[in-house]
Structure formats: C-alpha cells, structure tokens
C-alpha cells in the first residue's frame, strides 16, 4: 500500500513541481527583464566616469511617480482615451523627465567631482538619492499609491503556467530597448564617442570627442533606461511610493556586479540571472519546503549566489580582468 500511495502521490507533485518551476521561470525573466534596464544605467556610468551612481533607484522612482501622476491627470481630463495610450504617453513624459533629472545631477553634483577622490562621488551619490527620496515624499507624499491597470488584466495560460499582457509587454519593452541601445553603442557615432572615451578621455579628447556631452549623453540614456523599468515595475507590481527605487536599484547594482560591471552584455545576463535565481527561490524552492524559504527570503539566494561568483570571479561573469586607467 505504501509503494502504491508513493506512486500515485509522485506524478501529480512531479507536475505540480514543474509548473511552479515554469511559472517561476517566467517570472524570474519578467522581474530580470527590468533589473536589466537598471543594471545598464549602473555599467553605462561606470564604464564611461568610473562612477557608481548610487542615485540612479531614485530615478527609477521618479519616473514611477510621474507616469502615474500624467495617468491620474488623462483619467481625470480624457476619461475615454484608450488604456495602451496613456500607458505610451506617461511613459514618454517620465522618459523626458527622468533624462532632464539625470542631467541636472550629473552636471550639479558629479561633474565638479571627477579628479576628486573617488571617495566624494560615492558620498554624493548617497546624498543625492536620499535628497531624491526627500524630495519624491514631499511632493507625492509618503503613502502608497494604486498604479491603474490600463491593460488587460486576464491571463494567459503557457504550458500549465500563466502570463499577463503587462509581461509580455515587459519582455517586449526591454528586448527592443536592449537592442536599440546595443545599436546606438555600436552602430552610431555617438556610441563610438561613448567608447572612446570610456578608453582614453585624454586620446577622445584629441580626437575631437567632447567628453562633457558624452558623459551627459550616457547620464540621460541611463536615466530613459530606468524611467522604462520604474513605469513597467508599477504596471506590473501595482503600486508606486516614495522609497520603491531603493531595492531595485541595489539589486540592479548587483546585476552589474554580478555580470561585470562596466560590460553591457555582462549587466543583462547578470540581471536575467538575479531574476531567475530569485524567483525559483520564493517560488519554486518556497513550495518544496512548505513556505519557509519563500519570497521573503529571495534577497538572501540571490546575495548568496553574488559571494560565490564574486569569490571565484571578482570581475564578474563576463568582466575581463584589465589594469586600472593612468
């Protein structure tokens, strides 16, 4: 009798378990699709200044907010517009206005810093994101905010598990994002400019690059980067708030690392696999072990793995090991 309950409990658990698996998969590259977008505002800087612009969450943040405020601003004022509309249009607005903010903090706060001891950018940047929280509570206030749902909401079922219209828009959003920015880098004069002077800024400079509009030029793509994740965090998640750009933008930071920091390909295959890592572990490791390793405990599967990569690989999975810049 046992053998039998054994085997007639096994099937239906082996494909209970493959369907959380796949649900989760799913999940993991929705939720690394958008650490992706941020991790590449993170390399982007790094790659170009050497600067790690800790306020680059806030940004994230404050594209959230902004998409959310034109949405309440259309519902109120065109009650009848088309949902995929406003999403297309707040999404514009909190592109322009993220890029106009992270223009202004590079040339307020990091530009007179550059030949400073890199320990005063970090500190900046510290200071910058919590004035950007500061700011984001006064003027949208500190409380929680419902994100509309201006897509359809039903489900789609994919081989036993299921997936919105708002993640598939996601996987679609950071697909063309990625390749367009992939081109820009490296099909356009303005990305060749980008390389050189992440090269040699001294050498770009001879060759008639203007670094000061390079540098703002890779602030601002950062920025539409993360205004595209702050407004498909909030479509997807369903709420914005003041503080919600302080844990995407470390784990996007981890991503960077995690992948190579400074390596484009690097911080999207290191944001792909922090998503992946964290969803199995709060879903799909969460259910075999009844809950106690769930979701609250992903941050802890995901630092875990970064140790271990890190240990054995300091530069990252796809960083190349090179001297430091004369």
Avoid at 29 to 53: E, F, H, K, P, R
Avoid at 131 to 147: E, G
Avoid at 166 to 181: F, M
Avoid at 267 to 279: F, K, Q, R, W, Y
């Amino acid at each position: 009798p046992w053998r039998a309950f054994f085997f007639y409990n096994r099937a239906p658990f082996g494909r209970l378990a493959i369907d959380i698996l796949l649900q989760q998969i799913i999940n993991g590259l929705v939720l690394g699709s958008m650490y992706a977008l941020l991790a590449l505002g993170y390399t982007m800087v790094d790659g170009i200044i050497n600067l790690i612009n800790f306020a680059h969450g806030e940004v994230l943040m404050v594209g959230a907010l902004t998409s959310w405020t034109v949405v309440g601003v259309l519902q109120q004022y065109a009650p009848g517009m088309a949902g995929w509309l406003m999403l297309v249009i707040s999404l514009v607005c909190a592109c322009v206005v993220a890029a106009g903010l992270n223009f202004a903090i590079e040339k307020i706060a990091y530009k007179p810093l550059r030949n400073a001891p890199k320990l005063a950018p970090l500190i900046t940047a510290i200071g910058v994101s919590i004035l950007l929280q500061t700011l984001a509570m006064v003027i949208w206030k500190p409380n929680y905010k419902s994100f509309p749902t201006l897509l359809p909401s039903d489900p789609i079922p994919v081989a036993g598990a299921v997936i919105t219209p708002t993640q598939i828009l996601i996987l679609a959003v950071t697909a063309v994002a990625l390749a367009l920015l992939m081109w820009l880098v490296n099909g356009t004069k303005l990305g060749r400019a980008m390389r050189a002077t992440a090269e040699n800024p001294r050498v770009a400079t001879l060759m008639g690059v203007k670094p000061d509009i390079v540098i703002s030029a890779t602030f601002m793509i950062g920025a539409v980067l993360a205004a595209l994740a702050g407004v498909m965090w909030a479509s997807n998640y369903g709420t914005v708030q003041h503080g919600m750009g302080f844990l995407p933008g470390l784990k996007a930071f981890t991503a960077a690392v995690f992948g190579g920091i400074g390596n484009l390909a690097g911080a999207v295959v290191g944001g792909i696999l922090l998503g992946l890592i964290e969803a199995i572990a709060s879903g799909y490791i969460g259910d075999l072990t009844g809950g106690v390793l769930g979701s609250h405990y992903a941050d802890i599967f995901a630092f875990v793995v970064l140790i271990a990569v890190l240990t054995l690989r300091p530069s990252g999975l796809l960083g190349e090991r090179v001297s430091d810049r004369a």
